[in-house]
């Protein structure tokens, strides 16, 4: 999947008005979203700011399949690359509604789907709270989801990361 770089704007609304605006769109949500759009991260309004974020896939950032959740991080960051806010999900989702059609329709698999850009950001809770979001598109409809795993998950090669820009 090409992402390249692009910006986002992200804060400015409550949590009402962010969940509206997913909706009005017709993003749908999966109940890990759900869970995490009602972190009280969400409660307070951030003020408006522009971001520049960028794709990596584990080949761009020279790692092995297999490679876990703070070893991508800390390779990203190696490069130069930040971690997004936890807010930054829903607000690129709403940015990018023009993602491409998921090659493969299944919405659960234990991995990450084909064609998915994970939100990398620093986790909100324990591993019983999801970990973040992750952005896709399944027959034309453009998917917000949250998802879980831990700190020993591996992660396949095309396993595709939002960071963001310094």
Request: charge should be negative; proline fraction near 4%; charged fraction near 20%.
């Amino acid at each position: 999947m090409d992402f390249g770089t692009r910006q986002v704007t992200i804060g400015g609304l409550v949590r009402a008005q962010l969940q509206h605006r997913l909706v009005r769109t017709g993003v749908q949500l999966n109940e890990y979203a759900k869970m995490l759009l009602a972190h009280r991260v969400f409660d307070e309004i951030v003020p408006v700011q522009e971001l520049t974020v960028v794709s990596r896939n584990l080949q761009q950032l020279d790692l092995d399949a297999g490679a876990t959740l703070p070893q991508i991080f800390d390779r990203a960051i190696s490069h130069g690359l930040q971690l997004c806010s936890p807010i930054t999900g829903p607000y690129l989702r709403l940015a990018y509604l023009t993602q491409g059609t998921s090659s493969d329709s299944v919405l659960s698999a234990g991995k990450s789907p084909v064609d998915s850009l994970t939100i990398a950001s620093s986790a909100l809770g324990d591993e019983e709270f999801p970990r973040g979001f992750y952005l896709r598109v399944v027959d034309g409809v453009p998917w917000l989801r949250g998802y879980r795993c831990d700190d020993t998950h591996g992660f396949s090669l095309d396993d595709t990361f939002i960071f963001q820009l310094s």
